[in-house]
């Protein structure tokens, strides 16, 4: 079933609230394993043998963790975003490639193994173009909300910078777990507009682009979910704590 998928693992940025000088943030550990090594065990459960990282900052400190596997590796010079850093890994995509699964490397050890294989069921059942992961969160504060039409359609991410008091009340959340037909890729990332703001590409504006352009978008909604996005040394120490209580449910 996975022999036409690919993986991206998004491994290039520099981390600066973690203030990690020499070695990449998703080189760091958590529970006394990298926290890249674990997304990629999650593939290799999934049996994804088409694994490519997206590398930058520090990228020998993430290079050498996989000295003896076959992954693929895509530097991303400049960290012009997610968007670019995509388009980084477009450039040496495998042939044959039909799907492709897009994780973050430093917040993505939590997935159980079976969301992402009902993520792939979804997006194949509906012959989705893009296909994303939703949660829920007790505290949504600093994420992305999902803002969804009378039939349940998502009709935009917002992100909190830009949100009302009441979209700030909505707790289903993006937590950056893709999947995207290479087609819908190879059209639209081009298209992405560099945000006036911070000057990078972000992969959610492809969200907007294919709303626009009357694709097919689906979500799989994962409800409340133990969850922790890792950006500083603070919640590398909460996002252990919660992986800690949850590791035997990560099959």
């Known amino acids: 079933m996975m022999k036409d998928f690919a993986a991206v693992i998004l491994a290039a940025g520099k981390g600066k609230r973690m203030n990690s000088k020499t070695v990449n943030k998703v080189t760091l550990l958590l529970a006394a394993k990298p926290m890249v090594i674990r997304t990629f065990e999650i593939l290799e459960k999934l049996e994804i043998k088409k694994v490519l990282i997206v590398v930058g900052f520090a990228k020998e400190s993430v290079m050498k963790l996989f000295d003896q596997t076959n992954v693929i590796f895509c530097e991303q010079r400049k960290r012009l975003g997610t968007a670019h850093a995509v388009n980084c890994a477009m450039q040496k995509m495998p042939l044959g490639v039909k799907n492709i699964l897009v994780l973050n490397g430093d917040d993505s050890a939590m997935y159980k193994t079976d969301t992402i294989r009902q993520l792939v069921k979804k997006h194949m059942e509906t012959k989705s173009s893009f296909t994303f992961l939703t949660i829920e969160m007790e505290n949504p504060t600093g ?79 994962a409800g409340l979910f133990a969850w922790r996005g890792v950006n500083t040394k603070e919640e590398l120490v909460e996002a252990e704590n919660i992986f800690l209580k949850i590791k035997e449910t990560l099959v």
């Open 143 to 221: 994420l992305g909300r999902i803002i969804r039409g009378d039939q349940g359609k998502v009709l935009a991410i917002v992100e909190e910078k830009d949100a009302t008091e009441d979209i700030k009340k909505i707790r289903e959340v993006n937590p950056a777990c893709y999947l995207f037909r290479i087609e819908f890729l190879k059209k639209y990332l081009p298209l992405i507009k560099k945000s006036s703001v911070t000057g990078e590409y972000y992969l959610t504006s492809l969200i907007d682009i294919g709303i626009k352009n009357n694709e097919k978008i689906e979500t799989l909604q």
